[in-house]
């Protein structure tokens, strides 16, 4: 009955976030949305006013943005609040020793947006590859060249892929490059995943990875462990035609190396979706790289994977709300 939980009051983080998901939360509960702010140094911030105006009371937050939760906002939430509901795969940015010490959970959206990033990283590995930044830029100024042995790339056809991190994502990834003809999949992380046999790919150890791959997918979570798992070490192990791409958190590439080694053309080129900080400053050195091809953290953003994702952040909270399991916890 949800007169038993209309009292109970939820906050998202978010004034664009799906309508399929706010309509769950509004059928359960009270809810209040803040809005955004800016396109400042951390990025596009929510109102931090609107929010600590809001957040007081709260019994879930669904949180929709990479604004750290920080201890500071969970006290002032108060002591009723029981989740957090990330509304992404990612929850780097959500503190897990203080949530973990008051006892409240967490969820985020795994699973449901594998195949919208695999889609982007397999952009990524096309703009990058077939060098789009240039070549787009010579368009757009008029220096459209005539003849096709000017602007010459890489093929996938008959390349070894390297996917660091072969879980959701990353198998999504080996799935949809199947069809184009490519000669190895390698794949690194903790263990052998029991799934990659029947994607074809070849469990390796990282420098291995590092030393044979045409293309290397970056597709872990960051942790303490991989942050700058890209540096100049590990650039320093790569093909001199390597392409590494990002679909997972700026910071797990060291982007002074990465700068460097695309300067420098020790590496091909580079297709990030994340970057440090978001948004990446206009005038930031990255951007004079012709061989880096960048988006703007839009691996999820697809009208139906943001509509699956907010439904499942919405499901999270009904089912903590109402003293049933998560569908999809983190472990905190
Ligand atoms: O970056 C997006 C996510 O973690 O879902």
């Given at each position: ?5 209309k009292?109970?009051?939820v ?13 769950v ?6 809810v209040?949305q803040?809005?955004y ?7 596009r ?5 609107d929010?600590?105006?809001l957040?007081?009371g709260?019994?879930?937050l669904v949180?929709?943005?990479n ?5 500071e906002l ?6 009723q609040?029981?989740?957090?509901a ?15 010490a008051?006892?409240i ?5 795994p699973?449901?947006?594998?195949p ?6 397999v952009?990524l590995?096309l ?10 830029d010579?368009?757009r ?6 003849g096709?042995?000017?602007v ?13 991190g ?21 794949y690194?992380g903790?263990?052998?995943?029991p ?7 070849e ?10 791959s045409?293309?290397i997918?970056l597709?872990v979570?960051l942790?303490n ?30 982007q002074e ?6 300067k ?6 580079a ?6 900080p978001?948004?990446l400053?206009?005038d930031h050195k ?13 691996g999820?953003a697809?009208?139906r994977?943001r ?13 903590a709300?109402?003293?049933?399991p998560?569908?999809?916890p983190?472990?905190?």
């Amino acid at each position: 009955n949800n007169t038993m939980t209309k009292n109970l009051k939820v906050l998202v983080s978010s004034n664009d976030f799906p309508a399929s998901g706010l309509r769950v939360l509004e059928e359960h509960f009270t809810v209040v949305q803040t809005k955004y702010l800016n396109f400042g140094e951390e990025g596009r911030t929510l109102a931090k006013d609107d929010l600590l105006k809001l957040i007081p009371g709260c019994s879930a937050l669904v949180w929709s943005s990479n604004l750290p939760i920080t201890k500071e906002l969970l006290d002032k939430a108060g002591p009723q609040l029981k989740l957090v509901a990330t509304v992404s795969a990612g929850y780097n940015h959500c503190n897990l020793d203080e949530l973990r010490a008051r006892g409240i959970k967490l969820s985020n959206t795994p699973n449901v947006l594998a195949p919208a990033v695999a889609e982007i990283a397999v952009g990524l590995i096309l703009g990058a590859a077939r060098r789009f930044t240039e070549n787009l830029d010579q368009v757009r100024r008029g220096e459209w060249e005539i003849g096709f042995d000017k602007v010459l790339g890489q093929d996938v056809r008959g390349s070894t892929v390297g996917i660091i991190g072969l879980g959701g994502i990353g198998q999504a990834v080996v799935k949809r490059l199947a069809g184009f003809e490519v000669e190895k999949f390698v794949y690194s992380g903790h263990r052998e995943k029991p799934e990659a046999k029947a994607l074809g790919a070849e469990f390796v150890t990282q420098d291995q990875l590092l030393a044979q791959s045409d293309f290397i997918v970056l597709a872990v979570p960051l942790t303490n462990e991989t942050k700058h798992m890209i540096n100049k070490d590990t650039l320093g192990k790569m093909k001199s035609n390597a392409i590494v791409v990002n679909v997972g958190r700026g910071d797990l590439i060291d982007q002074e190396a990465l700068y460097d080694a695309l300067k420098n053309k020790q590496i091909y080129a580079a297709g990030l979706d994340v970057t440090t900080p978001e948004p990446l400053p206009k005038d930031h050195k990255l951007f004079t790289l012709p061989n880096l091809f960048v988006l703007p953290h839009i691996g999820s953003a697809t009208v139906r994977t943001r509509s699956d994702m907010g439904v499942l952040a919405a499901n999270n909270v009904v089912n903590a709300l109402t003293g049933k399991p998560l569908i999809t916890p983190v472990k905190l």
